[in-house]
């Protein structure tokens, strides 16, 4: 089978870089174009040497829709819009769209949906093969720890991040609720401060801590009468979303349009 030509777009970011050496470590597929926006200082650059790697010969331009007409897999972790407008193109070119970026409204998510009826898109709040684990197993523990267990997930970041709580801890939110057999919605407690009166029953709590260059820290707790159970997941380098987000678009080939997971990327029934 031919290689898959890969495109990156936002390849100077914190994870393009990591995107940029994970498909040249993979088998089976090869860096082909890649983008930054408009006005970023990496621009003309090489890619791989953006990556500390050798030159691969893909210069970083800006046009998205010759990136996706000249690649049979785009990887996104953009920002939300950006990641709106990918789909779009996806959507046009056919072109499979794995997407991580995180922080989308639920209209711009409803773009995304509206792309994957054309196209197959896999979208993960997080492509690490141990935290889509940590969500079967929360799912499966909320099923069966009814709401006299209280739950509760805190997530640590680097002090970059601009959203809050990471898409990671609300994926994990949503399990624990599908679980519990109610939406997350109606059930989410976030941002205590002051007198917040005391906990609602069956609700799911979530605090956010920023700081340091902390890649990744998710606890989910289970607090009971006289015990917690708690599950984390501590991620120590990007590289283990990056090689999630490749085997993604390796597994998306020839699949028909859908919006996809990692849980069906793995194998994993919810
Ligand atoms: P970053 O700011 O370092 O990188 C984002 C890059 O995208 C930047 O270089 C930016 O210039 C570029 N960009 C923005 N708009 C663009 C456009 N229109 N065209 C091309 N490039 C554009 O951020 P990051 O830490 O790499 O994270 C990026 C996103 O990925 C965030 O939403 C983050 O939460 C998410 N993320 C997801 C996972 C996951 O497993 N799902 C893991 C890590 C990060």
Redesign the pocket.
């Known amino acids: 089978m031919a290689e898959l030509k890969i495109g990156i777009?936002?390849a100077?970011?914190?994870?393009?870089v990591a995107l940029v050496r994970a498909v040249t470590e993979a088998r089976g597929c090869r860096v082909a174009a890649a983008?930054?926006?408009a006005g970023?200082g990496a621009l003309g650059k090489d890619a791989g040497a953006l990556a500390g790697l050798d030159l691969l010969g893909v210069a970083l331009g800006?046009d998205?829709g010759a990136l996706f007409k000249a690649c049979d897999a785009v990887l996104d972790?953009?920002?939300?819009?950006?990641a709106v407008?990918h789909a779009a193109l996806a959507a046009r070119t056919g072109t499979i769209l794995v997407t991580?970026?995180?922080?989308l409204t639920s209209a711009q998510q409803a773009k995304i949906r509206a792309a994957a009826k054309k196209v197959a898109v896999v979208q993960?709040?997080?492509?690490?093969i141990g935290v889509n684990l940590a969500l079967a197993l929360v799912e499966q523990m909320a099923q069966v720890l009814d709401d006299g267990y209280d739950i509760e997930i805190v997530e640590m970041h680097h002090r970059?991040?601009v959203?809050a709580p990471?898409?990671?801890a609300l994926g994990l939110g949503r399990a624990a609720a599908r679980g519990r057999g109610v939406t997350l919605e109606k059930m989410s407690e976030r941002g205590r401060d002051g007198i917040t009166g005391a906990r609602r029953t069956g609700t799911i709590g979530f605090a956010s801590l920023r700081g340091g260059d902390v890649v990744?820290d998710h606890t989910v707790i289970f607090a009971g009468p006289g015990e917690r159970v708690e599950i984390t997941h501590k991620a120590g380098g990007?590289e283990v979303?990056a090689r999630?987000?490749v085997r993604a678009a390796l597994w998306a080939r020839g699949r028909k349009p859908g919006l996809y997971s990692m849980a069906d990327v793995l194998g994993f029934t919810r």
Do not use: C, I, L, Q
Request: avoid cysteine; charge should be positive.
């Open positions: 777009v936002g100077a970011g914190r994870m393009g983008t930054e926006r970023h800006t998205a972790f953009t920002s939300p819009e950006a407008a991580g970026t995180t922080g993960a709040p997080n492509f690490s970059h991040k959203d990471s898409g990671t990744g990007r979303f999630g987000a």
